[in-house]
Antibody, heavy 120, light 105 residues
Framework: VQLVESGGDLVQPGRSLKLSCAAS????????MAWVRQAPTKGLEWVAS????????HYGDSVKGRFTISRDNAKSTLYLQMDSLRSEDTATYYC??????????????WGQGTLVTVSS | IQLTQSPSLLSASVGDRVTLSCKGS??????LAWYQQKLGEAPKLLIY???SLQTGIPSRFSGSGSGTDYTLTISSLQPEDVATYFC????????FGGGTKLELK
């Protein structure tokens, strides 16, 4: 199992950014997926989850209405579109896969993370 | 559901038995996992469903608990266990605890 995030960058407040997570080593379309973030020197925060087929999404209160999680099962890739970015969105963003198919539960696999810095 | 971990910082010696606590604001129904995160690395799953040991994790790690109160135990602390430990509930939404930083005395 391999999860490789990309797209992190320095961006100004109010701007947008799109993260990607390329998955390999498993049948991507069998798994719900999620994004989890970690602000510098802080704890972990669940950001969003998406069902295996992409039809159902869930968001944390801090990003609801600003972030959009999506997936392309043909490309085995997970995305996070981040709009109206704020300084408090500065964090390392991890792509995470649950431990069982068709299940949201615990995250068994994590990517290495991609850093998003929101600053003017 | 909010998760409160204690202590926030724990100092222990090699060979010590170490116990980390995680308390939920509501019943978690055993849908609790533990992660280890070393500096500069992604979190690593140790325990899921309260007491199931993830494949490849040393048996010195164990989990227990029920209701709102859960515990991660390291039976004999090793130098490589220095890390921050997070609990995580998936019973009602998905939330992480604030973490316990474990250091060597």
């Amino acid at each position: 199992v391999q999860l490789v995030e990309s797209g992190g960058d320095l961006v100004q407040p109010g701007r947008s950014l799109k993260l990607s997570c390329a998955a390999s080593g498993f049948t991507f379309s069998d798994y719900n997926m999620a994004w989890v973030r970690q602000a510098p020197t802080k704890g972990l925060e669940w950001v969003a989850s998406i069902s295996y087929g992409g039809s159902t999404t869930h968001y944390g209160d801090s990003v609801k209405g600003r972030f959009t999680i999506s997936r392309d099962n043909a490309k085995s890739t997970l995305y996070l579109q981040m709009d109206s970015l704020r300084s408090e969105d500065t964090a390392t963003y991890y792509c995470a896969r649950p431990g069982a198919t068709y299940y949201y539960g615990w995250f068994a696999y994590w990517g290495q993370g991609t850093l998003v810095t929101v600053s003017s | 559901i909010q998760l409160t971990q204690s202590p926030s910082l724990l100092s222990a010696s090699v060979g010590d038995r170490v116990t980390l606590s995680c308390k939920g604001s509501q019943n978690i129904n055993n849908y609790l996992a533990w992660y280890q995160q070393k500096l500069g690395e992604a979190p690593k799953l140790l325990i899921y469903n309260t007491n199931s040991l993830q494949t490849g994790i040393p048996s010195r790690f164990s989990g227990s608990g029920s209701g709102t109160d859960y515990t991660l135990t390291i039976s004999s602390l090793q130098p490589e266990d220095v890390a921050t430990y997070f609990c995580y509930q998936y019973n009602n939404g998905w939330t992480f605890g604030g973490g316990t930083k474990l250091e060597l005395k």
